[in-house]
């Protein structure tokens, strides 16, 4: 297909073929993602062929390849991705390192434009458009944008009510997960989840990590900060100190001042709203129970 359109935690973001020969295929992960309707937040044109990034631009941020295995992380290579920014326009250079190809990209966006170009170097007749990472930072610079908040959590939704567990790799958002799931709560997410403010208070949305996920939301009522204990401790927190460990597990891009003043006043408004509580827990029914104990 030449174009299609996929609706992610309420964002619509267009893809177009600016070639007459490049097909774009959505991947796996975003079939029930797949949105029919006109209007988009995001339209990204995208090219096959080389694009060279301005002479000029400044590398304002280099991120290794870096996998996590077993919990620990273990750099793959020097480069991965890198940052630069020209005047008002911002390029981010990536290889894509899943492709059996070896493909790179540069996408090309600015934080008040509407629309957006993708390269893909060699790209060939096919491409998916989204493919590792560029799935990740097209949707994390969507957040910026629009003044919400990525973050490393689990959620989940009992009875009406919606509860976010957050934390590092290693704190329990998956086992948290696998509890609520076997109490009968529906699972938004078990690792990284978008909030965002609406009319009728914050919401907490799923993100494309697994093959099979289907697009689940929430309202969000409680916020956990996580972490293995001997026993269940329910530790309420408030002010800069609930703020500053909320933004602790965010994802971020520290080399713009802007965007950290921009996420520091979301989180500060997501904590003046909605309870946050530190939470020591043991791996059991136990902490279920105290939860519901605590309302």
């Given amino acids: 297909m030449k174009s299609y359109s996929i609706n992610i935690a309420n964002y619509f973001i267009r893809f177009e073929s600016e070639s007459d020969v490049l097909e774009l295929i959505p991947g796996e992960r975003f079939l029930r993602n797949i949105y029919t309707g006109k209007n988009c937040d995001i339209l990204i044109k995208v090219h096959s062929g080389k694009f060279m990034i301005p002479s000029r631009a400044e590398k304002v941020f280099d991120a290794p390849y870096v996998e996590e295995i077993n919990g620990i992380r273990i750099k793959k290579s020097d480069k991965f991705w890198s940052i630069h920014k020209y005047r008002n326009d911002l390029f981010i250079k990536s290889i894509v390192p899943l492709s059996s190809e070896k493909k790179s990209a540069i996408l090309r966006f600015s934080l008040s434009e509407k629309k957006w170009d993708l390269w893909f170097d060699d790209a060939g ?8 990472p560029l799935d990740g930072l097209i949707l994390y610079y969507l957040t910026a944008i629009s003044g919400d908040i990525m973050i490393h959590a689990s959620g989940v939704n009992h009875e009406g009510r919606g509860y976010l567990f957050s934390g590092v790799s290693g704190k329990g958002k998956t086992t948290m997960a696998k509890l609520w799931d076997n109490a009968g709560a529906s699972v938004i997410h078990d ?13 907490m949305f799923n993100t494309p990590v697994y093959n099979n996920d289907e697009p689940k939301e929430s309202q969000l009522d409680k916020i956990f900060l996580i972490e293995h204990g001997e026993r269940n401790e329910l530790i309420p927190v408030s002010g800069a100190t609930a703020v500053s460990m909320v933004m602790a597990n965010c994802i971020q891009h520290n080399w713009d001042p802007v965007m950290v003043s921009r996420l520091i006043g979301s989180v500060t408004f997501l904590c003046s709203a909605v309870s946050v509580v530190i939470l020591p827990f043991r791996p059991d029914k136990s902490i279920i129970d105290d939860v519901f104990k605590n309302e």
């Avoid at 007749?125 to 590792?132: A, F, G, V, W």
């Avoid at 690792?191 to 919401?203: F, N």
């Fill in 125 to 132: 007749s096919s491409i998916d458009p989204l493919e590792y």
């Fill in 191 to 203: 690792d990284r989840l978008i909030v965002r403010k609406t009319e009728s208070g914050y919401k």
